[in-house]
């Protein structure tokens, strides 16, 4: 009777190591795919709230309609995002890390052509790393349904950044590297 209550009470967690392996694994943030999740996470809810303060700083008009941009494409992908992590199981932030408040903060302390330049500027520099980042995913990715989402946010994201590259040009802010080659006429 022991050893059968033993081995029942054996199958017993392994079964329930079964079921929560993967919610546990969905948490952890050693894993890239988990990592791409919440730093995309992170980085929509920060478009978002910049797009948001940009659509009432903005002193040029181009400024305001792409802040307006922000917020609604990258809305819909927060909740493309929210709901391929509830399938996994994952926990995603509802809040901005430190680095980025410190952003949210000088860019909503500045004013007018000043909040133009600087908020063109980082949208600019912003939109490089996230298309290398969501590249990456793209690519490498582990996770089906975090790839697929990559590869359809891509073309959004390039979008993005060649608008962000043309709005930057017009408010005199920092607009690239020119390292990415010939430009066409955008």
């Known amino acids: 009777m022991t050893k059968k209550t033993s081995t029942m009470a054996a199958v017993a967690v392994a079964g329930l190591l079964a079921i929560l392996a993967p919610a546990f694994a969905a948490n952890d943030t050693t894993q890239p795919d988990h990592k791409f999740a919440m730093e995309a996470a992170q980085g929509g809810m920060m478009e978002v709230d910049l797009g948001q303060l940009a659509t009432q700083k903005g002193a040029s008009q181009a400024v305001k309609d792409f802040g307006q941009r922000m917020v609604t494409d990258h809305s819909k992908a927060n909740q493309e995002l929210k709901q391929i992590a509830s399938q996994k199981g994952m926990t995603l932030p509802t809040a901005l890390p430190a680095d980025k408040k410190q952003m949210r903060e000088k860019l909503a302390s500045s004013t007018g052509a000043e909040f133009d330049r600087m908020y063109m500027s980082h949208m600019v520099k912003d939109h490089e790393k996230d298309v290398k980042e969501f590249e990456k995913q793209a690519q ?13 946010t ?9 608008l962000a590259k043309t709005v930057a040009a017009q408010v005199g802010a920092d607009h690239g590297h020119g390292q990415h080659g010939a430009k066409s006429g955008s």
């Open 140 to 152: 490498k990715g582990n996770d089906p349904a975090l790839r697929s989402f990559a590869e359809k």
């Open 154 to 162: 891509l073309p959004t994201l390039r979008q993005h950044l060649e």
